[in-house]
């Protein structure tokens, strides 16, 4: 009766902290690291966590990878290398607002497909908001964007995402598999994600050649990018090492499972070689000062916030609870991927889905060889990939996202996010409901 008691009174502590910690952030009652932080501090004041289980508890693999990217880009911009992708993405736009939507958005999709979608953010984000706030253009509709489309393009292979690789290992499912079998889906969400972010944003993404005035101020902010880049000292050997130890670190990760080792020593190696090789260019205080310590300091506090809720046995209540509703698989399907969808909005998909490998080979087990059993997969596969998108901490690459945006003067808070985000969320799981079950009754 006393254990039961106590076991109550942890479940009760760990929830009420994680939802206390997430209502400051959604409100930004304070700095969504100074909450993370102090909440994770009260589950071990409150005896949830030991100090030891805390630290255990910390992806020091994804901060790392994260450190060692952010420096990466740190050296890229000293370089130059942003300035000229700048003014030769600005050339071949001609200043067409669609056409560069279009082109990075495309670039996330894919780059992310085969990189980590943190990598690509890291990448693609800066270069961006130069670019845009350099045509004169608002970068918030294609920040948000672009964070959407990593974890979409993210979803279709099995590097693409973690929950992807745990999932694939685990379940023996191949790479080739999951572009087989989310290749369509996810090229529909693509597709209806594109068509509906140009919709709603249609006054700032509209093509510009029927309009004389933004076409002669496009080209006056054309020219004073190519004559800003022109003008800057640019040294052609420093940027071709940059560049060439940046794709080099990506070659690594794409071979990660050939090299065997982990992508945050990748990530490291790949920046440590490159400090070491222009240390006489760079001040590396200012580099390493230059690195988002609150946004690393964040993810360490939620990754505790997130183990305090496995701990005292949260999410295996949940994910056992949803199982056992039913026994109608076509149903089945759709409870894992909405529910997957909806938790990874709010709690790190990994611990998600690691609890929930386990319950799906039940329910293999149950069930005997189903021939659609494999629609279970592609159901928590999706609906933790694409649930990520629906809000700011649902996964890593949006909090790097709007962490870079803000460092840039563009404000993105939890709601302004959540204003395109949930819409677009909810289309992306509907497409994927309707992908299953077109499978499931008709293949």
Known sequence: MLSTLINHWDIAIAVGVFVLA?????????NKSVVAIAGATLLIVTRIL???????????????LLAGMMILVEIAKESGLFALINSHLASFSKGNPFLIFLFFMLVTAFASAFLDNVTTILIVVPITIALVSGMGYN??????????????????????????????????????????????????????????FYVINWKDLKPIRHNLSKLFLSNLLLKKIHYQYCRTNLNTAYMITVATVIVLTIIGFLLQFIIDLPLAVIACSGAFLLMIIVNKKIEV????????WPTLG???????????????????????????TTNNFALLILIVLWSAGILSMVVDNIP??????????????????????????????LGACLGGNGTIIGASANVIGVDLARKHGIPITFLSYLKYSLPLTLMALTVSSVYLMVWYFYF
Do not use: C, K
């Open 352 to 381: 998600f889905v690691t609890v929930m490998i386990p319950v799906i080979f039940t329910i293999q087990t149950t069930l005997g060889s189903d021939p659609h059993f494999s629609l279970l997969w592609w159901a928590l596969v």
């Open 50 to 64: 030991t100090f030891e289980e805390a630290v255990e508890s910390i992806n020091f693999e994804i901060i790392a």
């Open 298 to 324: 964040f993810f360490a506090g939620l990754f505790v916030l997130v183990r305090g809720l496995e701990s005292v046995g949260v999410l295996e209540i949940i994910g056992h609870s949803l199982i056992g």
């Open 139 to 196: 970068p918030f509709p294609y920040v948000i964007a672009e964070i959407l489309f990593s974890n979409i393009g993210g979803a279709l292979t099995l590097v693409g995402d973690p929950p992807n690789i745990l999932i694939g290992t685990m379940a023996g499912i191949s790479f080739n598999s999951f572009i087989a079998h989310l290749s369509l889906p996810i090229i529909l969400i693509i597709l209806l994600t594109l068509t509906t």
């Open 22 to 30: 997430f209502i400051a952030i959604v409100f930004e009652v304070l």
């Open 285 to 292: 205080h200012n580099v390493f000062s230059r690195v988002e």
